[in-house]
């Protein structure tokens, strides 16, 4: 055995450094697959593939949204942090704005002589009247909205909604939330796949089996992908193993770094303030908010005619009047995209996304932590074991082939 060790220095030597390599090599390929295409390439169903995170967007956003609604954040929560009166402040010169163009448009398209023929002091009056009543609009559409939250607006359903149709948003969350467990599972291919490269060729001196190679390889590439990933979230405490070496699982150990990650992405990507007010008003649930506003404007307007009502129904007819106060509803429900803008710093202000999440996050159990990256590994984790064995076969197989010839 001695004289072949020194007869085949180089490829005794080359072992354990090509075990190494095959290690690390099956971890790249491995984390690249999670992420990459986001496309599905090849021919459907079977014969290609598609990034496991990509392919399972919605099911990954469903997840995350569970963990982000159920733990750290709820829809009551964040709206409670909103003051109507700082809403009304905001809001309140836009609509003046808003109101007097409308009534212009209005008034003057449905009854241009009535309207021309109003004197100045009742037409400023009827104005008036309506620019008085806006922090009372306003106040009562957010009361509205706080009897009737749940269908307004859900939080889950937005984040699912988000994260679902930008694959590549989803692709980053889980990216740069989880980069240094990446960075790990790489570089634990080299040192794991060393050490059982120099146990490779050890068994090789004995047997000289062709076997022995590809099985390695196969061995290396399954097992270091496995163990890699259960260093990243196992065990939940620090834990003693030998009596030498102090261990918790790497993401669980940086719960503080996590949180802060997490809520930034969260708060800049996801739960931003113009997301959220353009959720409300165009996603599944805005129906509800409009029929709101026609009901609160249309109240408004009936009672701010006040005095002269009569004469205006008089006038225009009561089906021009009612004409009147849904053209009126409508006009503001069609410039409320950029009434709203004028609110987007508060409420990013307000809320405080960020410092909410990161502060929930440290109150969870490392159980519940864990299912903040856990799900990207734990859907198709057998396929990217599989791979690495797959590939480690492979790079054996050659390994005998360069031997034998």
């Not at 496995?226 to 070496?245: C, E, H, N, Q, S």
């Amino acid at each position: 055995m001695w004289e072949d060790f020194q007869q085949h220095l180089w490829l005794y030597l080359s072992m354990p450094i090509v075990a190494a390599l095959i290690g690390y090599v099956t971890k790249l390929v491995a984390i690249r697959m999670m992420f990459q295409p986001i496309k599905f390439i090849g021919i459907k169903p079977f014969l290609g593939w598609q990034g496991i995170i990509p392919r399972r967007a919605e099911k990954m956003a469903a997840i995350a949204a569970d963990t982000l609604t159920a733990r750290l954040i709820s829809t009551r929560e964040l709206y409670n942090k909103i003051d109507p009166t700082e809403i009304i402040k905001a809001l309140e010169e836009p609509l003046i704005r808003d109101i007097d163009i409308i009534a212009d448009e209005v008034i003057g398209n449905l009854q241009p002589e009535l309207w021309e023929a109003l004197p100045t002091i009742v037409r400023d009056q009827l104005i008036g009247n309506m620019r008085k009543e806006i922090p009372g609009v306003i106040k009562s559409l957010m009361a509205d909205m706080d009897r009737d939250l749940d269908s307004i607006f859900d939080i889950k359903s937005m984040v699912v909604t988000i994260m679902s149709k930008d694959k590549a948003l989803i692709n980053r969350i889980f990216k740069e939330v989880g980069a240094p467990e990446f960075r790990f599972i790489a570089n634990s291919g080299i040192y794991f796949g060393f050490l059982i490269g120099l146990i490779q060729a050890s068994t090789w001196m004995l047997t000289h089996s062709p076997l022995i190679m590809p099985l390695f390889g196969l061995f290396t590439g399954w097992f270091t992908d496995w163990l890699a990933l259960k260093m990243i979230f196992d065990p939940k405490k620090p834990t003693k193993y030998f009596g030498l070496v102090t261990w918790q699982g790497l993401f669980i150990k940086r719960r503080q770094q996590v949180g802060a990650e997490y809520g930034a992405l969260i708060a800049t990507e996801i739960l931003t303030p113009r997301n959220i007010l353009e959720y409300v008003l165009s996603g599944p649930l805005s129906d509800r908010l409009y029929e709101m506003v026609n009901r609160t404007i249309k109240k408004t307007i009936d009672s701010q005619v006040g005095f002269a009502k009569p004469l205006v129904i008089l006038t225009l007819g009561g089906e021009k009047y009612q004409e009147l106060k849904h053209s009126a509803s409508l006009k503001i429900i069609e410039r409320l995209p950029d009434t709203l803008k004028n609110i987007e710093t508060y409420v990013g202000n307000a809320l405080d996304i960020k410092n909410t999440i990161v502060s929930k996050m440290q109150q969870l159990t490392e159980e519940e932590f864990e299912g903040v990256l856990r799900p990207a590994f734990q859907q198709d984790e057998w396929i990217l074991i599989t791979v690495g064995a797959i590939l480690g076969f492979l790079v054996g197989e050659m390994q005998v082939f360069l031997m034998t010839h």
